[in-house]
């Protein structure tokens, strides 16, 4: 299993330009998480899926657009980037987000925008 | 309100010495999972440990414990024996709720630096 994979590790954008983070997991786990964690914070939760076809807003999801069409893949859309949305972009995901079940991240995405 | 507060940006600790890092949660729903996770400076985040709102006995895993005291509502990390390995940050995570998806809150994290 590779777990939670993301692509790229790192990208510079400049202002205004748009990208896709891709996220793709090999667990068959239905709920997935984007989070971004800004220099010397935690993790806030950007959008989240609970299934193919159903994706929802986490607490920042300004600036950001995603899709579910298969359960492996849920990519992350800027579509017109902001210096404000440099960051570490970090998906997840989990089978059953209840009792000890953990939520397995994938290594992250570098994003700078200048 | 923080629903997760890590009051410590930064620790140090000699190394084979325990240390604690201190988390305190804020939620008014009786179900909920505390969790830690370790980001060393390769930037993953590791799972650590995991404790339920209704677990009675506090949780352990190997060098890492978790000292809960519910009505204080903290959930502090507990190393024993730290090597150099464990330096990284450390976030403290909280799961509100005993199925919500969505409602998964994380600290600011502390910054462990363990001395030779």
């Known amino acids: 299993n590779a777990g939670v994979t993301q692509t790229p590790k790192f990208r510079i954008l400049k202002i205004g330009q748009s990208m896709t983070l891709q996220c793709a997991q090999d667990m068959n786990h239905n709920y997935m998480y984007w989070y971004r964690q800004d220099p010397g914070m935690g993790l806030k939760l950007i959008y989240y899926?609970?299934?193919?076809?159903?994706?929802d807003k986490g607490e920042v999801p300004n600036g950001y657009n995603v899709s579910r069409s298969t359960t492996e893949d849920f990519p992350l859309r800027l579509e017109l980037a902001a210096p404000s949305q440099t960051s570490v972009y970090f998906c997840?995901?989990?089978?059953?987000?209840?009792?000890?079940?953990?939520?397995?991240f994938g290594p992250g995405t570098r994003l700078l925008v200048l | 309100a923080q629903k997760i507060t890590q009051t410590q940006p930064g620790m140090f600790v000699q190394e084979k010495e325990a240390v604690t890092l201190d988390c305190t949660y804020d939620t008014s729903d009786p179900s909920y999972g505390l969790f830690w996770y370790k980001q060393p400076s390769s930037g993953e985040m590791i799972f650590l440990i995991y404790?339920?709102?209704?677990?009675?006995q506090n949780a352990t895993e190997g060098r890492y414990s978790l000292n809960f005291q519910k009505a204080r509502k903290s959930a502090n990390l507990v190393i024993s024996a730290s090597q150099l390995g464990d330096s990284a940050m450390y976030f403290c995570?909280?799961?509100?709720?005993?199925?919500?998806?969505?409602?998964?809150?994380f600290g600011s994290g502390t910054k462990l630096n363990v001395k030779p």
């Open positions: 995570a909280m799961r509100e709720g005993l199925h919500n998806f969505n409602k998964f809150y």
């Open positions: 404790q339920g709102s209704y677990d009675q």
């Open positions: 899926s609970v299934g193919a076809g159903i994706t």
């Open positions: 997840a995901s989990t089978s059953e987000p209840g009792g000890e079940e953990t939520q397995y």
